[in-house]
């Protein structure tokens, strides 16, 4: 298993919904990410996990909660969100032998109404 | 402020040419560079990792670093339409978990 995988692919949510986003690796990859990237623009980081703790939080807000429940795993809840947060939402893992190579999964296409 | 700089293009060639995508960094000390390309709706792909100066190849691929001049680009050669896409740089600037990414160029190649 060579990929990072991402689910749903879509999501369309009400600004009251509460809502997960999952990701998952089987390479033995021990730092994963949450990227927020917006049409025409570079990926904004999120979150950086690494050995299943939280290493980095780019001040992002607190409607988007991070978890990471084991090395293979990390959800992103989110709750009470803004039609703003509307965006491609990417995961990415990195190898422990080459922690700042990111692979990236296909990411979730969040609509926010 | 740490940066990362890409002519946002589109960079337009023919068929079969070469394509230079470039792209300069701000931080003196950076040590490894990655180019991703990008298809429109889809997430990055990882192409080419650098970490010293000089050229690096892989298939069609050239990925050259100048740390003296602090800039990376990419070459890549016998250019197909299947390559038009858009093009990111991405800098470690300081050996933690974050990438630094620049804007992106759009490259466009023509049958």
């Known amino acids: 298993d060579t990929e990072v995988t991402q689910t749903p692919k879509h999501l369309v949510m009400g600004m009251t919904n509460k809502k997960s986003l999952k990701c998952e690796q089987h390479?033995?990859?021990?730092?994963m990410y949450w990227y927020k990237q917006k049409a025409k623009k570079p990926p904004e980081l999120m979150f950086v996990?690494?050995?299943?703790?939280?290493?980095i939080n780019e001040s992002v807000p607190s409607r988007f909660s991070p978890e990471c429940p084991n090395s293979s795993l990390l959800n992103l809840h989110l709750h009470a969100l803004q039609p703003e947060d509307s965006a491609l939402y990417l995961c990415a893992s990195s190898p422990p032998t080459s922690s700042d190579t990111q692979y990236f999964g296909p990411g979730t296409r969040l609509t926010v109404l | 402020q740490k940066e990362v700089e890409q002519n946002s293009g589109p960079l337009s060639v023919p068929e079969g040419a070469i394509a230079s995508l470039n792209c300069t960094y701000s931080?003196?000390?950076?040590?490894?560079f990655f180019w991703y390309r990008q298809y429109s709706g889809k997430s990055p792909e990882l192409i080419m990792s650098i970490y010293s100066n000089g050229d690096k190849e892989d298939g069609r691929f050239t990925a050259q670093l100048n740390k003296a001049s602090q800039y990376v680009s990419l070459l890549i050669r016998d250019s197909q339409p299947s390559d038009s896409a858009t093009y990111l740089c991405a800098v470690n600037m300081d050996s933690s978990y974050k990438l630094i990414f620049g804007s992106g160029t759009r490259l466009l190649v023509r049958p």
């Open positions: 996990y690494s050995y299943e703790k939280l290493s």
């Open positions: 931080d003196r000390g950076s040590q490894s």
């Open positions: 390479m033995g990859h021990r730092a």
